[in-house]
Nanobody
Framework: QVQLVESGGGLVQPGGSLRLSCAAS????????MEWYRQVPGKERALVAR???????EYADAVKGRFTISRDNAEKSVYLQMNSLKPEDTAVYFC?????????????????????WGRGTQVTVSS
C-alpha cells in the first residue's frame, strides 16, 4: 500500500510564501511523475505543477514564476514552494503520484497506475 501525506498549508497574507510538502509511505521501489493539484469549491481539480522522474518540470500558466516544484527521491517526497501568493491561489492543494511500483507484504512488486492522491492541505491567501 502507498499513502501520501501533505503538510505545510495554512493562512498567509497576499504576497507571502508557503512551502508544501508531501511524503509517500510504503515499500516503494519507484515513483514516476509527482504532481501538485489544487481545487476550489465548485470547480474541478486542476494541475498546478508536475515533475517527472527525470526532473522535467511543468507549471500551470497561473503559477509560472511564482511556484517551484522539487522532489527528493531518497525521501520519497515532493515539495511546492509558493511565493508571491495571491488570493486566487486559495484552494485545497493535493499531491499525486502518476504511477508507482511498490512491494506488497509478500515481497511481490506491484505497479500501480494512478493518480494516487493525498488527502489535501488547505491554503488560504487573505489579508
Amino acid at each position: 500500500q502507498v499513502q501520501l501525506v501533505e503538510s505545510g498549508g495554512g493562512l498567509v497574507q497576499p504576497g507571502g510564501s508557503l512551502r508544501l510538502s508531501c511524503a509517500a509511505s510504503g515499500r516503494i521501489l519507484r515513483i514516476d511523475a509527482m504532481e501538485w493539484y489544487r481545487q476550489v469549491p465548485g470547480k474541478e481539480r486542476a494541475l498546478v505543477a508536475r515533475i517527472s522522474d527525470g526532473d522535467k518540470i511543468e507549471y500551470a500558466d497561473a503559477v509560472k514564476g511564482r511556484f517551484t516544484i522539487s522532489r527528493d527521491n531518497a525521501e520519497k517526497s515532493v515539495y511546492l514552494q509558493m511565493n508571491s501568493l495571491k488570493p486566487e491561489d486559495t484552494a485545497v492543494y493535493f499531491c499525486a503520484l502518476e504511477s508507482v511500483v511498490y512491494y506488497t507484504e509478500h515481497d511481490v512488486p506491484v505497479a500501480v497506475k494512478g493518480p494516487i492522491w493525498g488527502r489535501g492541505t488547505q491554503v488560504t491567501v487573505s489579508s
